[in-house]
């Protein structure tokens, strides 16, 4: 009963990720989504509208800031040999 054990838990995990990939097992966001459009109340509507355009603002903003990241490290590798040459 110990292998018992062991394989519960990978299988499910397994599964969980089929399951969603299929579309059988739905997340919490594509429930909320669901909901707000099937709601008749404009205000919910609105306020979505509103989250989706804050979370693409988000987004658009935090991909500038990976790029910079990576040209700060492009270039503190490029200038390192030259801070290393006095010790």
């Known amino acids: 009963m110990e292998w018992w054990g062991k394989m519960v838990v990978p299988v499910r995990?397994?599964?969980i990720r089929v399951a969603k990939r299929?579309?059988?097992r739905k997340t919490g966001l594509v429930k909320l989504r669901h909901d707000v459009r099937t709601?008749?109340?404009?205000?919910?509507?609105?306020?979505w509208d509103m989250l989706k355009k804050n979370?693409?603002?988000i987004?658009?903003?935090?991909a500038g800031k990976k790029k910079g990241r990576a040209w700060?490290?492009?270039n503190w590798a490029r200038c390192a040999p030259?801070?290393?040459r006095g010790v």
């Open 22 to 24: 299929l579309g059988i």
């Open 59 to 62: 987004t658009r903003s935090a």
């Open 82 to 84: 030259f801070l290393y």
């Open 55 to 57: 979370e693409t603002e």
């Open 13 to 15: 995990n397994v599964w």
């Open 39 to 47: 709601c008749e109340y404009e205000d919910v509507h609105v306020l």
């Open 72 to 74: 700060s490290i492009a």
